[in-house]
Nanobody, 125 residues
Framework: VQLQASGGGLVQAGSSLRLSCAVS????????MGWFRQAPGKEREFVAA????????AYADSVKGRFTISREDAKNTLYLQMNTLRPEDTAAYFC???????????????????WGQGTLVTVSS
């Protein structure tokens, strides 16, 4: 399985940005994918997760109502739509993949087996 994240950039506070994560390999039937982020000097933190089939999602409280995780099956691609961006959203964003959902959503980085390379999001005030 390979994951390729893209879509990061430099934006002003209040702007929107959409991240993409192209998936190659693996099966989709029990796939779960997530987004994490890591700011300089900080630990990697959970942002959002979704079942590939079924529509179940989970969000960190810090992004709930502003970010939306989705996927496009035909393109085998995961998305993260980020609205009303804040300077504190500045981080490298990573997509990740695992098999199987857990109650409340898999929110620990150790629960994911595959990782993309990260794409940098910088939000200026």
């Amino acid at each position: 399985v390979q994951l390729q994240a893209s879509g990061g950039g430099l934006v002003q506070a209040g702007s929107s940005l959409r991240l993409s994560c192209a998936v190659s390999g693996g099966t989709r039937s029990n796939r779960v994918m997530g987004w994490f982020r890591q700011a300089p000097g900080k630990e990697r933190e959970f942002v959002a997760a979704t079942r590939w089939y079924g529509g179940t999602t989970a969000y960190a409280d810090s992004v709930k109502g502003r970010f939306t995780i989705s996927r496009e099956d035909a393109k085998n691609t995961l998305y993260l739509q980020m609205n009303t961006l804040r300077p504190e959203d500045t981080a490298a964003y990573f997509c990740s993949l695992r098999e199987g959902w857990v109650a409340g959503g898999p929110r620990r980085s150790s629960e994911y087996r595959y990782w993309g390379q990260g794409t940098l999001v910088t939000v200026s005030s």
